[in-house]
């Protein structure tokens, strides 16, 4: 069983649009995050949820925007779409002291 | 603020020989350092990290670091590679570790690349 997946793998996309990524962990972690990774594979955090609280907000364009029906599940809205958007998005997860646990990642291309 | 600096993007090496990965990070307080391993479409997986106590970290698949606090360092390295060790290899330091506001700098990567 994956500990943490991510839906769709790939995203083909239009600028303008609005498209959704999901992200589940079976963990039973209280923290998701998630994570952008750009053309150069310079990896920043995004925003980070406990427990579906915000914890961590990191700058990120308003036009993305978090959601976290429960605390297996974060997901990533993003409106509007732009090409700069494009990128590999990673959720993961973890409790207390444990290290992260990190998706196979979510290639977005905006074209 | 803190800051991970990996200098080489990409490192080559034959098999069987030994490789070392250069990590120098920049932090004002306390720091915790780590090393993730993201293999082709794939996303990172732990192979070993720093908290306390010895500088000499082992991690998984033979990998070791060494903290060194006065270089501001935390070198990877293997004393002999696989073609299956080829990877992107990224280095990362937090100021705390454990708690939901924890969150990891990473540097931007060093590719292994193996040749037989």
């Known amino acids: 069983d994956t500990a943490v997946s991510q839906t769709p793998k790939y995203l083909v996309t239009q600028m303008g649009n609005d498209k959704s990524i999901k992200c589940e962990q079976n963990?039973?972690?209280?923290?998701m995050y998630w994570y952008k990774q750009d053309s150069k594979k310079f990896l920043k955090i995004m925003f980070s949820?406990?427990?579906?609280?915000?914890?961590i907000n990191e700058t990120v364009p308003n036009r993305f925007s978090p959601k976290s029906p429960d605390k297996a599940h974060l997901n990533l809205h993003i409106n509007s779409l732009e090409l700069g958007d494009s990128a590999v998005y990673f959720c993961?997860?973890?409790?207390?002291?444990?290290?992260?646990?990190f998706g196979n990642g979510t290639r977005l291309t905006v074209t | 603020a803190q800051s991970v600096t990996q200098l080489d993007s990409q490192v080559p090496v034959f098999e069987e020989a030994p490789v070392e990965l250069r990590c120098n990070y920049s932090?004002?307080?306390?720091?915790?350092l780590f090393w993730y391993v993201q293999y082709p479409n794939q996303g990172l997986q732990l192979l070993l990290k720093y908290l306390s106590g010895s500088t000499l970290v082992k991690g998984i698949n033979g990998f070791e670091a060494e903290f060194n606090k006065s270089q501001t360092s935390f070198h990877l390295r293997k004393p002999s590679v696989h073609i299956s060790d080829t990877a992107e290899y990224f280095c990362a330091v937090s100021d705390t570790y454990g708690g939901a506001t924890n969150k990891l700098i990473f540097g931007t990567g060093t590719l292994l690349a193996v040749q037989p």
């Open positions: 963990l039973g972690h209280d923290t």
């Open positions: 949820y406990n427990n579906k609280e915000l914890i």
């Open positions: 932090s004002s307080v306390s720091v915790y």
């Open positions: 993961a997860s973890k409790a207390g002291d444990s290290p992260l646990h």
